[in-house]
């Protein structure tokens, strides 16, 4: 268990942060201090956190990255866990994980993705994407199905083998094509490229991003209302869980 929150800590500090939300003459500043001291022996050193009151009594939302978690008032306990109102059956945690999603996709540039679009659109997805990936090229196959449905596409990079690998080499060679929509496409049919690896390609970003959602396999979509979805989907069947949203 530590090793794991160990790891989501060292991701954040990689990608970036999410500051505390207090201020000095808040009454429970003090608390909130007390809470982060506490939480600072058990993540890493420079570790940011997202402190705020949960909708439990004596109970806090923890966020460090896209991950939320929940502490005792007095800073003893951890809960790794999803919180549900019983009332509405609404899953709290994971509201609270969609909202940070979009934070942080809002944080990359729409410039930096290879996006795919019909004239009109209902929904967008954002799809982390390996070239290399099987599920990931039936997808792209499919893709005037997909722009059919209304559904706009936007694609960022995560190659699964990592960094300096024939994977992570393709995808910088796609994003410095002269036609990236022409070249994503080649390369999905397994096509070679003969381009350059040119300079500031948005790749580690997007691997960042993705490192960040504790992205497991490709792909994965991420809903224009923070919704993860975790591999292939047909277009149609891809469209109504979007309408039911």
Known sequence: ???????????????????LNSEEDDP??????????????????????????SPIDNLYTVKIGSQVFYVSDDGKYLINGDLYDTASSENL????????????????????MITFAPSEYQHTITIFTDIDCGYCRKFHQEIEEVLDQGIRVQYVFFPRSGPETDSWYKAQKVWCSDNRQQAITKAKLGEEFSNKVCANDPVQDHYNLGLMFNVQGTPTMLTDKGEMIVGYMPAATLRARLDNQ
């Open 1 to 19: 268990m530590i090793r794991y929150l160990t790891m989501i800590a060292c991701m954040t500090c990689v990608f970036g942060t999410l500051s």
């Open 28 to 53: 429970g500043t003090t608390r909130v201090e007390a809470i982060l001291s506490q939480l600072s022996e058990f993540f890493p050193n420079d570790t940011h956190i997202d402190l705020q009151q």
């Open 93 to 112: 945690t994971e509201a609270e994980r969609e909202n940070v999603r979009i934070d942080y996709l809002n944080s990359i540039s729409s410039s930096s």
